[in-house]
Structure formats: structure tokens, C-alpha cells
């Protein structure tokens, strides 16, 4: 069984820019979450996709958002790029719906806004 | 107040040592305590979660949670240096709100 995958590994961007990260679920999962960890913290909520919906949403700004497709698979956008949006983001999936308690990781981006 | 308090160490302990690793929140709607381990560069392992008050075990790891001091531990015995790594505490509300609060993570350094 395949684990929740991210790609790209690393990315490097300038203040202003735009980019796109992409997850792929575990197999039989159908929601996903994004988590955004800065250097020393822990992960902090952006939002979640359940059946291709948003199903929750932290306290991001709206030049962060994300799309869920029928496969399951993900995507984080954000516009705009501000230096404190370096971070590592990551994507968890679970199964069982919105109301999964566990969570999957997978290895995450690390982004970095020069 | 955070929501989570975890003290971030770092702690370095003996091979074989008990380990105690916490943290506290203020929030007495949580209903859900995980527990996850994060390699270097890595993302979040889940090692275990409980429901509500409790101990659960699984092989060295011993989680407790006490909703009434709002104090959840997790207890590793026999520690290895394989067990060197950060861990996160994370918490949930009940019902459809999936997303997790996490702590900081506490460093934890195991010498051979």
C-alpha cells in the first residue's frame, strides 16, 4: 500500500510569486488535510478536503487555497508569496470520512521565499 | 494562553532511560489526544491516540491523558537511540471537525 506522496521534494520562490504543491492520498482515502510548520513549531491547520469540498479552514488568508480531485489527490496553492510563508507544508490523508481521527503524513515541501 | 503548551527541550537521555514527554491545553472540548514522531525532515509519524481519559499501550509506549488537569503524557520505556527524534502532541475536537491542534514538539535525543 502506497503512503500520502508530495512533490515537489524542495522549492525556492521569490516574495510575489505564486506556486502549486500536490499530494497524493493513501489509497481509500478520501479526505485531506494541509498543515503548514514553520522552523521549530508544530504543524498549524490551513484547511481540509472531504469529497472534494472544503470541510474546515484555519486562520490563513484567502491567497492560500486548494482544490481536492475525484481522485482524491490534492492540491495547496498560494498566491502572492510573503517571506514568512517559508515553511514546510504538509499534506495528511485519512480514512473513514471527515470524522477520522487518525491522520497520515506524508514527508511534506519544503518551501522557501526568497 | 496557547491552545497546546509543549515544552520543546531539548531532552537527552541514556539508552534504556524512561522517557516522559507532556503537555497541557486549555481547551476542555477536546475529546481526541494523539501523539506523533517526526524524524529529521521528515513528516509526522502517528504512534497513538486516545479517546477521552485514559491510558492506552502499545510495546514501550504508554500514552495518559487526564481531561481533569487538562495533562496528557507519553511514556516511552527502554528507549533506544532510534527513538531520537522530535514528538508532537495534537489534539481534536469531536464530531466532523477533522483538523488537528498541535503542539510544538519536544526534541528528544537518546545517547548510546
Known amino acids: 500500500e502506497t503512503g500520502v506522496t508530495q512533490s515537489p521534494t524542495h522549492l525556492i520562490k521569490t516574495r510575489g510569486q505564486q506556486v502549486t504543491l500536490r499530494c497524493s492520498s493513501q489509497s481509500g482515502h478520501n479526505t485531506v488535510s494541509w498543515y503548514q510548520q514553520a522552523l521549530g513549531q508544530g504543524p498549524q491547520f490551513i484547511f481540509q478536503?472531504?469529497?472534494?469540498?472544503?470541510?474546515g479552514r484555519g486562520n490563513f488568508p484567502p491567497r492560500f487555497s486548494g482544490l481536492q480531485f475525484p481522485n482524491y489527490s490534492s492540491e495547496l496553492n498560494v498566491n502572492a508569496l510573503e517571506l514568512d510563508d517559508s515553511a514546510l507544508y504538509l499534506c495528511a490523508s485519512s480514512p473513514s470520512g471527515r470524522a477520522s481521527v487518525e491522520q497520515y503524513f506524508g514527508p511534506g515541501t519544503r518551501l522557501t521565499v526568497t | 494562553q496557547k491552545e497546546v503548551e509543549q515544552d520543546p527541550g531539548p531532552l537527552s537521555v541514556p539508552e534504556g532511560a524512561i522517557v516522559s514527554l507532556n503537555c497541557t491545553y486549555s481547551?476542555?472540548?477536546?475529546?481526541?489526544f494523539m501523539w506523533y514522531r517526526q524524524y529529521s525532515r521528515k513528516g509526522p509519524e502517528l504512534l497513538m491516540y486516545?479517546?477521552?481519559?485514559g491510558n492506552k499501550e502499545d510495546g514501550r509506549f504508554t500514552a495518559q491523558v487526564d481531561k481533569s488537569s487538562k495533562y496528557i503524557s507519553l511514556f516511552i520505556r527502554d528507549s533506544q537511540p532510534s527513538d531520537s527524534a522530535t514528538y508532537l502532541c495534537?489534539?481534536?475536537?469531536?464530531?466532523?471537525?477533522?483538523?488537528?491542534?498541535f503542539g510544538k514538539g519536544t526534541k528528544l535525543s537518546v545517547k548510546p
Open positions: 478536503y472531504y469529497r472534494e469540498e472544503e470541510n
Open positions: 481547551n476542555s472540548a477536546f475529546q481526541y
Open positions: 486516545t479517546y477521552s481519559s
Open positions: 495534537a489534539m481534536r475536537y469531536g464530531g466532523s471537525q477533522g483538523n488537528l491542534i
